[in-house]
Every structure is written in structure tokens, then in C-alpha cells.
């Protein structure tokens, strides 16, 4: 699972979605300008993707937001426009706030077998879907990840970044106690 966000985001990209232990919690930062298609707090980083082999159609998480402690539905629509082969790489960073709790180069082609796929990846267009169990024990706070996916011969294939907050408590109404009169 350390690899949870990360494969969500680069993996979902070319339908190829895998999940994890990172989404849940109640406030998800998105910009609209940025935002990749459907219900889920992915958006794209902010770099030309002109190059890009393959272009999201669509994520949708299914809670959005995720919750910890629950199964987590992930659909993923794209075109792979250039065959994805052996010796992909996705450069992942996860932090948890400012602190940095993973850095790291992953083999896309490992990455991939948790959906039941293989390398090659040919080109054409994908859609995965795929349940995880998000563990209840995340810890409270905001995530930020970054992923930079690359094929062998170091064409872009996406960049996926998210910001999550989990189970920081959200206030209902019944949670609030009315102001006392003066």
C-alpha cells in the first residue's frame, strides 16, 4: 500500500488504476482549472502535457471523499497514445503536511500487475476499476501527493498530484453546541 496514492495517480492515468491507504478524511483541495475529469481529488501538475502518451478522460472514487476504514471504488478512463513498455518508472512523493514521508522511483510495469495488467501496455483506450480497503488507521491530516510517470525512453507519460485531509473532524450540526446567551 505505500504505494497508494502514488499508483492512483499515475496508474489511473492510463486507466490503469491501483488505490490506496492515502484518501479519505472530509476536505479535499482541488482547482478546477486543474482538475482531472470525474469525482476524485486528482488534478494535474502544473507542466506542459503536450507530450503526454496518454490522456485521463475520466477518475472517479466511489466515496468521494474516501473514508478510512472503507472500501474504496476506483474507475479510470483513458488513451494510451504510445505503448506503455518495460522500464516505465513513476517518481513518487508523498508528504504529510511538510513532512516527507516517502521519495521514491517505482517500476510502472510492477505497479501495474495489482490490476491485473501487463507490460506492454498497448496503445488504445483503458478503463479499470478496481476496490481497495483504505485501513482505518490513517492518520489524521493533510497529504499531498505527486506522481511523475515516465516510459522507458523518458517520454512522459503523465503527472498527477492530490491534496487530501482525513478524518480532521468534521463539525455537524448536532456536534455544535449553540452560543450561550449574553
Not at 496514492?5 to 479519505?24: D, N, R
Not at 478546477?32 to 490522456?55: I, R, Y
Not at 477518475?59 to 478512463?77: C, K, R, Y
Amino acid at each position: 500500500m505505500r504505494f497508494s496514492v502514488a499508483c492512483i495517480t499515475a496508474l489511473s492515468a492510463s486507466g490503469l488504476a491501483s488505490a490506496g491507504s492515502w484518501f479519505g478524511g472530509s476536505d479535499v483541495s482541488v482547482k478546477d482549472a486543474d482538475k482531472v475529469p470525474g469525482e476524485s481529488p486528482l488534478e494535474f501538475c502544473d507542466k506542459d502535457h503536450a507530450k503526454d502518451t496518454v490522456q485521463i478522460e475520466k477518475v472517479d472514487l466511489l466515496p468521494n471523499p474516501p473514508e478510512a476504514g472503507s472500501e474504496l471504488v476506483i474507475h479510470a478512463t483513458g488513451t494510451v497514445y504510445e505503448p506503455i513498455v518495460k522500464g516505465a518508472y513513476v517518481q513518487i512523493v508523498v508528504k504529510y503536511g511538510l513532512i516527507r514521508l516517502l521519495s521514491t522511483k517505482a517500476d510502472l510495469c510492477d505497479q501495474v500487475e495489482n490490476v491485473d495488467m501487463k507490460c506492454p501496455i498497448e496503445k488504445g483506450v483503458l478503463s479499470i476499476v478496481k476496490t481497495v480497503e483504505i485501513p482505518k488507521e490513517v492518520p489524521p491530516g493533510t497529504y499531498n501527493v505527486f506522481a511523475d510517470v515516465y516510459n522507458s525512453d523518458e517520454t512522459p507519460i503523465t503527472c498527477l498530484q492530490a491534496t487530501v485531509t482525513f478524518g480532521m473532524g468534521k463539525k455537524t450540526v448536532e456536534s455544535i453546541e449553540p452560543a450561550s446567551d449574553l
